[in-house]
């Protein structure tokens, strides 16, 4: 008589480990989890640093383009790293919270000096340096 119990016994526990384990696994679960790590844990540290390497970077590129004289299409090579710098500057201000102007720039346009300062000014009030 006790080996059918021990045996029934075995068997629901298994069945109720497998299904917390189904539970757990479950994406309703897995997204409030999420979100909660998301709430607590605010802008990722890592992609918060690449972000400001890369800033810096494009800031160093820009300085050694603006301060050679003998690069060849310099014009073309100044326009397209300002291009860079102003994308990334954009992803910077929005990995730290701050508003932005979200239109896609073009291949003929840039951000305007102003803005460009507001968003550095912002950054660097909120602790960011490159």
Do not use: F, N
Request: some cysteine; overall charge positive.
């Amino acid at each position: 008589m006790t080996w059918p119990l021990v045996y029934l016994m075995a068997v629901v526990l298994v069945l109720t480990t497998m299904a917390v384990g189904s539970w757990l696994r479950s994406a309703p679960h897995r997204a409030s989890v999420d979100r909660r790590r998301r709430r607590r844990a605010g802008p990722d540290p890592l992609v918060t640093l690449a972000i400001q390497m890369r800033l810096g970077e494009l800031a160093h590129e820009l300085r050694a383009v603006a301060e050679d004289p003998e690069v060849y299409a310099r014009a073309h090579h100044w326009r397209a790293v300002q291009g860079a710098y102003d994308a990334m500057l954009r992803e910077a201000c929005r990995a730290a919270g701050l508003a932005v102007v979200d239109r896609p720039l073009r291949a003929d346009e840039a951000s305007t000096e102003s803005e460009r300062m507001r968003e550095e000014l912002e950054l660097a009030s909120r602790g960011w340096s490159w």
